[in-house]
């Protein structure tokens, strides 16, 4: 958007969502220099929260805060995008000129289809991080983002992406689950085994906080490696050396363990296709 003088506005936004990805995209967005006009949320006591953070107005419901944007974020549970859109569709309230997003991973613009009888223009914008609040809004420099939305809305989304510091990431419409599965596979399963790895390390004689401080500074270690040098460059340990004897020494300690020692098992074959290291595959399937 543009002033008479040529000058370039960037566009307002609502938030209807407060909870861990409507706080930290407000404040990301707040921070990139977007005016966050309104807050809305079924949970009043965090859209208050919300709003002082960013100067907004707290806003009654969704098409209140709806109204009162160029652009609105819902960020809601998936489950409810579809019944918000329908209620404020129904508000027979025309929204020509106005987008509204939602930023849920395996879903498309369509599920917020019954905003287009208001003429307004609506898109996905997913950010490819792992958001707890406001507190990981600086995590968003840097992250990834779907964005599939209306060809008017589409270089608003670009635009809003790149002031935040962030790049897009392109996928198939056709492939939008298999999107979320790698997003799952890489941003909640490596938390999993983080849990599980603990566990052994307390039951090896550690105290737990310690255990787990220990291990996620080596996880953060192992996905900064990943990061700069790829998945196979970065890995390091028994698979990598083709120690063939620890890894039957592991298998070994983990016997009264039945879950995590198939687990172990199941990712040192992994590993060694990773790195094409054949002598722990073989200890797996004598010992197994």
Known sequence: METPTGAVV???LAIVGAGRAGAALALAARDAGYRIAAVASRRRRSAATLAIETGAELAPTPLAAVRTADITLLTVPDGALAPVAATIA???????????VHTAARLGPGVLAALRVTAASVGVLH???????RESAPLLHGAYFRIEADPVLQPRLLAMVAAMGG???????????????????????????LARATELLVAAGAEAGVA????????EGAARNARLAGPAQALTGPVVRGDDAAVRAHLEALRPYADARALYAALVVEMASLRDAAEPVAAIAEVA
């Open 10 to 12: 960037q566009p307002t």
């Open 90 to 100: 129904a508000s027979g309230v025309a929204l020509r000129g106005r987008g509204v």
């Open 127 to 133: 950010p490819l991080q792992a958001l707890t609040g």
């Open 167 to 193: 790049r897009e990431i392109s996928v198939d419409a056709a492939h939008r689950d298999l999107y979320h599965a790698a997003a799952v596979l890489a941003g909640n399963a490596p938390l999993a085994l």
């Open 212 to 219: 787990h401080a220990a291990l996620a500074a080596l996880l």
